[in-house]
């Protein structure tokens, strides 16, 4: 492994003054440890892809078995079956969520790490560490294309609104504990009604898997342009409306299911909008890892796992909904990680790759230990430094 890069306030001459020679990235991948999270960074065919490039991958023994992968389909694709420890002495570290203590505590310092940025589940006491250590850390879920478009939150969120749809499905059935309707209906009995509160991407996509099953769709957002984009891309019999206090409050006494896709402007939905919910309902909140979008969402700090009852309404809190089907997230996440990775292959170019390429940059959260994310920053209570000031020193 390369020594460590002592960033900092370094000029030029220190943050790229490593010598690469002919040596590729290593690549570690540990197990997911946190709550209900099952997805994971990379697949063994994209795995295969990296070997092939000179990569050298190490993953954790049996990190894959979220996805039902074992250890023999990583080393059959080029991979090295190690301890977490040995993970963490890598170059470059890929993980669907923060880092925890014990994780942070392994991490080798100047390591270029990789996660999904999760501000809700950000712990201080775990920053501060990987600021010690001078860690670059980079939030995917922020990484743009040319287009300025967030690949890999977009995915997510279409993942996440089309599962949140087939595990209504399964939750309304008897099998489940559920009511026992159909979510589409059949001739002579009404569909079940699906309000989604959001009509971004995950909520145009459950929006779609919604329908596709012949359920009664309402889909609420302030924003006229994603209200019209809903119509466009799934149906125009989608009814469609702003947030009025009063049409919403309707739509929810009449609702099956309740999709929180995004957190509105005024903030969380409090609990009287919940209250007047049939009861045997059910409710998905989709923002657990921005604080929530219902009052009674239950919101830890920690990536959480929980299906619980509250006003008669079955609430399903998970830190990732897009868990339920972690074998095509993960393989989604592996097609858009790969061609990132193999651009970053070169040990002494990782810190002037973030100069040169502003899609990169931008998605930085800690540049050699110095937190450069302002929201973060004030949530933890941590200096706050401006990615710019870095760029002009080198």
């Known amino acids: 492994m390369a020594g460590s890069l ?3 306030m370094a000029p030029q001459e220190q943050l790229l003054g490593v ?3 002919n040596r590729r990235l290593s690549v570690g991948l540990p197990a997911e440890h946190n709550g209900g999270e099952k997805r994971f960074p990379l697949t063994p065919e994209g795995v295969a892809l990296l070997t092939r490039e000179g990569f050298v991958v190490l993953i954790e023994r049996g990190a894959g078995e979220g996805i039902k992968y074992s250890d023999l389909h990583y080393t059959e694709a080029g991979a090295q079956a190690v301890d977490a420890a040995e993970v963490f002495q890598c170059d470059v570290v890929l993980k669907i969520t923060p880092l925890n203590g014990e994780e942070a505590a392994l991490i080798r310092p100047g390591v270029f790490l990789l996660t999904l940025l999760q501000p809700q589940y950000q712990s201080a006491s775990v ?3 990987l600021m010690q250590k001078k860690v670059t850390a980079v939030a995917i879920d922020r990484v743009t294309d040319e ?7 977009d995915i997510l969120d279409e993942i996440d609104g089309r599962a949140a749809i087939v595990l209504a499905s399964e939750l ?3 099998r489940s504990g559920g009511k026992g309707v159909l979510l589409g209906g059949v001739p002579g009995v009404a569909a079940s009604e699906v309000l989604i509160i959001g009509g971004g991407l995950a909520g145009r996509a459950a929006a779609r898997a919604a329908c596709g099953l012949g359920a009664l769709v309402r889909v609420f957002d302030n924003d006229f342009y994603r209200l019209r984009a809903t119509q466009l891309e799934v149906s125009p019999s989608v009814f469609t409306s702003n947030l009025h206090p009063h049409v919403l409050e309707n739509a929810m006494r009449s609702a099956d299911v309740v999709i ?6 005024r903030g969380r939905l409090g609990m009287n909008y919940v209250e007047m ?3 045997g309902a059910l409710l998905f909140d989709l923002c657990m890892d921005k604080g929530g979008c219902f009052e009674t969402s239950n919101c830890s700090e920690a990536p959480c796992n929980k299906v619980y009852e509250q006003c008669g309404v079955l609430h399903y809190c998970l830190s990732s909904v897009g868990s339920a089907v972690a074998r095509t997230a993960s393989m989604a996440l592996s097609n858009l990680l790969v061609p990132l990775l193999i651009s970053l292959n070169d040990p002494a170019m990782l810190y002037g790759h973030i100069k040169s390429d502003d899609r990169l940059r931008n998605a930085v959260y800690l540049f050699g230990g110095k937190l450069t994310h302002k929201e973060l920053s004030i949530r933890l209570g941590l200096p706050y430094y401006d ?8």
Do not use: H, I, Y
């Not at 287009?147 to 939150?153: D, E, K, P, S, T």
């Not at 990615?387 to 080198?394: P, R």
């Open 172 to 174: 309304l059935s008897n």
């Open 260 to 265: 929180g896709t995004e957190v509105p402007d």
């Open 277 to 279: 919910m049939k009861r």
């Open 147 to 153: 287009q300025g478009r967030c690949l890999f939150a």
């Open 6 to 8: 002592n960033v900092g």
């Open 387 to 394: 990615m710019a000031l870095f760029m002009a020193m080198f």
């Open 19 to 21: 010598m690469s020679g």
């Open 127 to 129: 920053v501060k560490l």
